[in-house]
């Protein structure tokens, strides 16, 4: 059973485009993150959400806690081909439970 | 401040042989995650250490896969013997304890078993 739902699975937009990315679950969550990941490489934390309701903004990205903590989206604004990666959420659902991913949305900015 | 580092960064064995990978963690970090990636999915965990103690290793191929902690650093995996489906990219992290679960990647071993 996956815990946490990703979608879409792939997405292949123009440079300047608008996208929104969601995860989604039937559990709730003390915390869930968003990683980028490269080809060859780890996966990099972008941010983590605690607060149902919670809203945090990095530059062109915004992310966005469900008020019930049990979904999450991440929105891109003016997408830039360096954006394309994938997009991972992860959640725990208390303090140091394991972490557990979805399986992420794989994007493609093309120029 | 140096990140999580892995070794080998390759590795191309036949099915049957055995393989160990090695991480050290982020220094201080308490909590030390192995994971598997097969091509096209999100990280699956295997184990989670706190300090040199097991918190879960519920996902792990007990039969196939050990891993270990011994002081509370560095930590090995273990594969013996490797089946073709193990092939996969083997991620280590590690998080502060009581920081919650931010996690920090090393760039990963790709294993590959023909």
């Known amino acids: 059973t996956q815990l946490l739902e990703q979608s879409p699975q792939f997405l292949s937009i123009q440079e300047g485009e608008n996208l929104t990315v969601y995860c989604n679950s039937s559990?709730?969550?003390?915390?869930l993150q968003w990683y980028r990941q490269e080809p060859g490489e780890g996966p990099v934390l972008l941010v983590t959400?605690?607060?149902?309701?919670e809203v945090k903004k990095l530059k062109r990205l915004t992310f966005q806690f469900g008020d019930a903590r049990k979904d999450s989206s991440l929105h891109i604004t003016a997408a830039q081909t360096g954006d394309t990666g994938l997009y991972l959420c992860?959640?725990?659902?208390?303090?140091?439970?394991?972490?557990?991913f979805g399986k992420g949305t794989r994007l493609s900015v093309i120029a | 401040e140096a990140g999580v580092a892995q070794s080998p960064r390759y590795k191309i064995i036949e099915k049957r042989q055995s393989v160990a990978f090695w991480c050290n963690p982020i220094s201080g970090h308490a909590t030390l995650y192995w994971y598997q990636q097969i091509l096209g999915q999100g990280p699956k965990l295997l184990i989670q250490?706190?300090?040199?103690?097991?918190?879960?290793d519920s996902q792990l191929p007990k039969d196939r896969f050990s891993a270990e902690r011994l002081k509370g650093v560095d930590s090995t995996l273990k594969i013996q013997p490797a089946k073709l489906e193990d092939s996969a990219v083997y991620l280590c992290?590690?998080?502060?304890?009581?920081?919650?679960?931010?996690?920090?990647f090393g760039q990963g071993t790709r294993l590959t078993v023909v």
């Open positions: 959400v605690v607060t149902g309701g």
């Open positions: 559990s709730v969550f003390s915390s």
């Open positions: 992290a590690s998080s502060e304890a009581g920081r919650g679960t931010e996690a920090f």
């Open positions: 992860a959640g725990a659902q208390a303090g140091n439970t394991p972490l557990v």
């Open positions: 250490f706190q300090n040199n103690g097991v918190v879960d």
